[in-house]
């Protein structure tokens, strides 16, 4: 069995079809589903489906490109919704300095400020980070030694993996780029990460493993990454898949 640790089911491509596309998740054994907001329509939808659905847990947060939604409003709502049995994590938050659709400097005030509340909280995170690598590597050092979490579909390098994981004790998890053949950094990302350490997402519509890139990702194909990380290991699926499992659970208190 395995979990998505990272799934969109709360997105508009999936308003359709969400009941087959967990059916068709449970039949791949895919168990969990942990389905991600990332502005407040998204949280709140994100828990009406963990209350509908057994197999769908919920995180809400306000990701960066949303981050200047961030009032106090926003924020009290979220503070309501961390207190739902079926809400497992804040996030995705953290910092996109690639499409900067928040100005960087409400991006970072929202980041530190949902950190904040996570440790209020008593919640683990899940950081999404992209083209902001030693910044949101640093911003955790200063706001969340002590809180678990997880970067999330990883994108730097083999060594700065191996910090995240000495300085802060997180987790890092890969997603469908990992079956590309040309993704290098993210193989070596997979060799020299300890499995204890890993885990593995959809970040689903996106993000497509081979051989389905193209298509609309959905959490049955996350068998395909974990498959991916077994054969870079040189280990027996089974023994990637239970370690994977476990991993999430004990992140996400599953």
Do not use: W
Not at 128 to 148: C, S
Not at 171 to 179: D, E, K, N, Q, V
Not at 180 to 193: L, S
């Amino acid at each position: 069995m395995l979990i998505d640790s990272h799934a969109h089911l709360n997105d508009q491509k999936f308003k359709d079809d969400v009941e087959e596309v967990i059916k068709r998740a449970r039949q791949n054994g895919v168990e969990k589903i942990i389905t991600v907001g990332y502005d407040l329509p998204t949280s709140e939808e994100a828990v009406r489906l963990s209350e509908k659905y057994p197999e769908i847990y919920a995180a809400v947060g306000i990701h960066p490109h949303d981050a200047k939604a961030l009032n106090d409003r926003v924020f009290s709502r979220l503070e309501q919704l961390l207190d739902h049995p079926r809400v497992v994590a804040l996030g995705e938050i953290g910092l996109d300095f690639y499409r900067d659709l928040s100005p960087r400097e409400v991006q970072r005030e929202a980041f530190i400020r949902q950190l904040k509340l996570a440790r209020e909280k008593g919640k683990p995170v899940i950081i999404h980070d992209r083209d902001a690598h030693q910044e949101v590597f640093d911003t955790l050092k200063e706001h969340a030694l002590g809180l678990p979490g997880v970067i999330h579909c990883f994108s730097g390098s083999a060594e700065l993996a191996l910090r995240y994981i000495k300085e802060l004790n997180f987790y890092i998890s890969l997603a469908g780029p990992l079956t590309f053949k040309n993704n290098v950094k993210g193989k070596e990302v997979a060799k020299k990460v300890p499995l204890e350490y890993l885990l593995v997402e959809t970040d689903c519509p996106y993000l497509t493993p081979e051989p389905f890139r193209g298509r609309r990702n959905e959490p049955g194909l996350v068998t395909l990454v974990a498959e991916e990380i077994a054969r870079i290991k040189g280990i027996a699926k089974e023994e990637a898949f239970q370690a994977l499992t476990e991993n999430t659970s004990k992140l996400f208190n599953l």
